[in-house]
């Protein structure tokens, strides 16, 4: 054997070693996007007004409660847009300790005199600063959320600076849960109730003169916990879900599946102080604006309660679940949602290597019948080529999962790959037929042909590239194992095929006849 | 063995016949494109919704198109399996609630074609609180399970979720015996009947795009063809002269309207899968181009004396064998991605058949015809 023959021997055999150490087990090494693996891609948006709107009502609140210490004049507080309002009625003797008040204490806010009215906005850098925190807020807690069910390998990203959020989820099998646990807001809420329940608004206000009082609102009870109606509340909350330390599934007194809660300490002082002062009134938990329970405090309550309810024990669990991964800071939309049963990721799995089994038997087939022995040439190039796009993907991992396009791209390549087998061979039947010997029929055959196989695979190498950069989940697997697969191409039927010619022809160089 | 010993076809003879078929099926694809049917979007770039299910009982496809109200548009629906009627994919684009710009359309769109077809005996059940066993995860299996098999209720679980998954139940427990014939214990089957009961359909696929996402989508693919394009012609600028890369463009723009006017011909939908099949279908046609082309290119320096026509019937006929293997083993893998691929990659298989064919002619009788000019 030529010294330079056995350095191709010894590369082609680090090659197969490589490949198959890199893509061996195959169930390990090769990652599966989740049209096979089954699972759920969602892509979600953070409402970020929301979190703006509830920072504004904190901050009148705020306000009020300031400028009532400082006994400061004002006739009311109006809330003009999701980050403005202003302050009416002021009396202008007191503008300067009013202005003095928000310099002071109130940085994030611009603001403006006009008479007796003081107009007051969120500054841009907090807009954006805010917008920005509750999306970063909320991928915190869809990643808790997610988190506590325990699902392998979920990936959370925001995509790019935006307020959306990109959850992927492999082997889910029943989306509707999950889809609904990452999207309840989860804002559990204490508060009294002043009245109701009422089959209507009018009825539930006829004792008020049918105007709602400023400290309270009008809610509905949530059909499938309570008996529904409508009912008059606070609009204080002395306990939220935020003064929670821990919430799980238990049972209540009479068996049925309710969800326990502890308060932290702080928490549970001024729950026992509000209990003691509303003994025998009705308290009601709200959460996400909708009534769950609504019971007269019995008792002096301390840090530990129950939240009752016509629960399921999952629908007990689940809430126990958004309970202690904390609320949303705003309300999610959901954009696009793509899932994937796990029996119709494994049937793809199967149709897709059948089809890939077929396809690599019939061009193998194709190619002997054809070629005879130079067609085993050709099949032993495209077995190295399948080897090394399962090596490549092997050693990327998570970063090109094998989806069903990728399968496809790689039944393509089949077809594809043998191309350049098949310029090369007809270049040198074309020679032996001009007369040539086989040797040198073989060697102009392949120098001729490699400029053609260039030139043909760059096309499609182009066309892939782009899919890749413009391409989403499934579309990019067919683009990473097009890719490979032409590129592995080019080795593997200039180099490898050449090399095999090499070595079972160099000893007869006087033969006559090559068997293509 | 070889197809052709030394071909001399005189392929250019049939020039004036292929810009004639090429032509009629591209300006009636154009008319029927922009003035007929149209080319129908998939729910990748209009939104919309796509649920794959299957139901417990066979569910007749006549009485499925009933099953929607007027509201709800008119669903397309197209039934999976050969043996009886119980897996079908249903589509909508949700046009009437997407006025609204509602940017969760789909999801209350989806959301509402499950309902409908749930069984009124499904909502009773759960009334009664029991839980759907075709419906539920193993999480919540086991806390069913827990206070009957406190010791190995997740194992149990996990178990009865792996056989409703398996390619022979195919996602749908259809009577509690199926559990027993797959090796599960009696008393676990008699406290399942107790607390479960087994919902009449599962959902095994569902993709919704919403209006937002689906025009992003659009952009998405048209910036991925463009720039694709782009690149190969600039490759094609830099590899040959001028009048070859005009040729190779008019090929391309040749296959890709050739494609489309098929496709308007077609109940197909143009989704993302299309587009990346189309794609590669450019790439594929061009690459047989480049080949002729190769040829076209050695010849004129050796048959000076010869006729331009003769020297690209030469080169075509010199190629033929592997124009024609190579484009018979792409297309016998297609073919079989297309019989035995499945639903999901169907759409893709069958535009890469038809490109693989229009692509092997069109380097043929479009490429190098048009070189004369």
């Not at chain 1, 901050?59 to 309002?85: N, P, S």
């Not at chain 1, 940085?107 to 917008?131: E, F, Q």
């Not at chain 2, 590899?239 to 496709?263: E, N, P, Q």
Request: glycine share 8%; proline share 3%; charged share 25%.
């Amino acid at each position: 054997m030529k010294k330079d023959l056995r350095w191709k021997v010894i590369l082609v055999i680090i090659v197969i070693g490589l490949a198959i150490f890199l893509a061996y087990p195959p169930g390990e090494k090769i990652h599966l996007g989740l049209d096979l693996e089954g699972g759920m891609h969602l892509v979600l948006e953070v409402v970020t007004e929301d979190a703006l709107s509830i920072e504004t009502d904190q901050e009148i609140l705020r306000l009020e409660d300031e400028l009532k210490k400082k006994k400061l004049e004002y006739r009311t507080i109006a809330k003009e847009g999701i980050t403005r309002f202003s302050i009416q009625e002021i009396n202008p003797a007191q503008e300067r300790e009013i202005t003095d008040l928000l310099d002071d204490y109130f940085r994030d806010w611009d603001y403006s005199v006009m008479g007796s009215t003081v107009s007051v906005s969120l500054k841009p850098a907090a807009v954006n600063y805010l917008k920005d925190l509750s999306v970063r807020q909320a991928k915190e807690t869809i990643q808790n959320r997610v988190d506590e069910l325990g699902l392998a390998e979920p990936t959370i990203q925001r995509q790019g600076t935006g307020n959306r959020i990109i959850v992927e989820l492999p082997g889910v099998e029943n989306p509707d849960r999950i889809k609904n646990i990452i999207k309840t807001t989860a804002l559990l809420e204490w508060r009294l109730v002043l009245g109701g329940p009422a089959p209507d608004q009018e009825t539930l206000l006829q004792d008020l003169g049918g105007e709602i009082p400023s400290d309270a609102e009008v809610l509905k009870g949530d059909p499938e916990r309570t008996e529904g109606g409508y009912y008059l509340v606070s609009k204080v909350a002395p306990v939220t879900g935020k003064d929670l330390i821990n919430a799980r599934r238990s049972v209540d007194e009479w068996n049925n599946p309710a969800v326990l809660f502890t308060l932290n300490a702080e928490a549970g002082r001024r729950f026992y102080k509000f209990t003691s002062d509303n003994l025998k009134k009705p308290l009601s938990i709200i959460l996400d604006g909708k009534i769950q329970e609504v019971a007269t405090i019995q008792d002096r309550i301390p840090d530990r309660g129950v939240i009752h309810g016509t629960f399921t024990v999952e629908s007990a669990e689940d809430l126990a679940l958004v309970l202690r991964a904390g609320p949303l800071p705003a309300t999610v939309k959901y954009l696009e949602q793509r899932s994937i049963g796990p029996s119709l990721g494994k049937d793809s799995i199967r149709k897709g290597l059948s089809a890939m089994a077929i396809a690599l038997i019939l061009v193998i087939v194709f190619m002997i019948f054809y070629y005879r022995l130079s067609g085993f040439n050709a099949v032993a190039a495209l077995t190295l080529n399948i080897l090394i796009i399962m090596g490549i993907l092997g050693y990327l991992g998570e970063n090109a999962v094998l989806t069903l396009p990728g399968i496809a791209g790689i039944i393509l390549t089949i077809g594809m790959a043998v191309d350049a087998n098949v310029l090369v061979f007809e270049r040198i039947r074309e020679e032996l037929s001009s007369g040539k010997n086989v040797w040198s029929s073989i060697a102009s055959g392949f120098s001729r042909a490699f400029r053609t196989i260039l030139d043909a695979n760059m096309t499609t190498i182009i066309a892939a590239i782009f899919l890749f950069q413009f391409g989403t989940g499934p579309i990019r697997g067919f683009a990473v194992t097009l890719i490979i697969g032409i590129t592995a191409s080019m080795f593997t039927a200039v180099f490898v095929s050449r090399l095999i010619f090499d070595l079972t022809q160099s000893r007869k160089k006087k033969r006559e006849k090559l068997s293509i | 063995m070889q197809i052709f010993k030394q071909p001399k076809f005189h392929l250019m003879n049939y020039k004036v016949f292929a810009f004639v078929f090429s032509g009629i099926v591209i300006i009636a694809g154009i008319i029927n494109i922009t003035k007929g049917k149209g080319l129908t979007g998939g729910i990748d770039f209009t939104g919309g919704t796509l649920i794959q299910i299957r139901f417990k009982d066979p569910y007749p496809i006549a009485e499925l198109r009933q099953a929607f109200p007027p509201e709800m548009g008119s669903p397309k629906i197209q039934r999976l399996d050969e043996e009886g009627e119980k897996e079908y994919i249903i589509r909508t684009s949700s046009p009437e609630l997407e006025t609204e710009q509602d940017e969760e359309a789909h999801e209350i769109m989806g959301n509402r074609i499950v309902d409908v077809l749930t069984k009124e005996e499904d909502r009773s059940a759960l009334a009664r609180g029991l839980a759907d066993l075709n419906h539920i995860d193993t999480d919540e299996l086991t806390s069913i399970l827990l206070s009957s098999f406190p010791e190995n209720a997740q194992e149990i679980a996990s178990t009865i979720i792996r056989i409703r998954e398996s390619d022979d139940l195919k996602g749908i427990i259809e009577n509690y015996d199926q559990l027993l014939e797959a090796g599960i214990d009696q008393n676990v089957v008699d406290s399942l009947q107790e607390k479960t009961f087994l919902g009449s359909l599962a959902v095994k696929r569902r993709e919704s795009v919403g209006p937002q996402v689906g025009s992003e989508l659009k952009t998405r693919a048209t910036q991925a063809t463009v720039w694709a394009l782009i690149g190969m012609l600039i490759y094609i600028g830099l590899r040959f002269k001028f009048a070859y890369g005009v040729a190779a463009i008019l090929t391309l723009a040749h296959d890709v309207l050739f494609t489309l006017s098929i496709f308007s011909f077609t109940n197909r939908e143009i989704n993302l899968p299309v587009i990346a099949a189309i794609l590669t279908i450019v790439g594929y046609s061009l690459n047989d181009t480049i080949v002729i082309f190769d040829r076209v290119r050695d010849n004129i320096k050796i048959m000076r004396k010869h006729h331009f026509e003769d020297i690209l019937d030469t080169s075509i006929n010199q190629t033929l064998s592997r124009t024609v293997i190579t484009s018979g083993t792409t297309f016998l893998t297609v073919f079989a991605l297309f019989i035995f691929g499945g639903e999901v990659i169907n759409d893709f298989a069958f535009t890469m058949i038809i490109g693989v064919i229009i692509g092997t002619y069109s380097s043929i009788y479009q490429s190098c015809p048009l070189l004369f000019f």
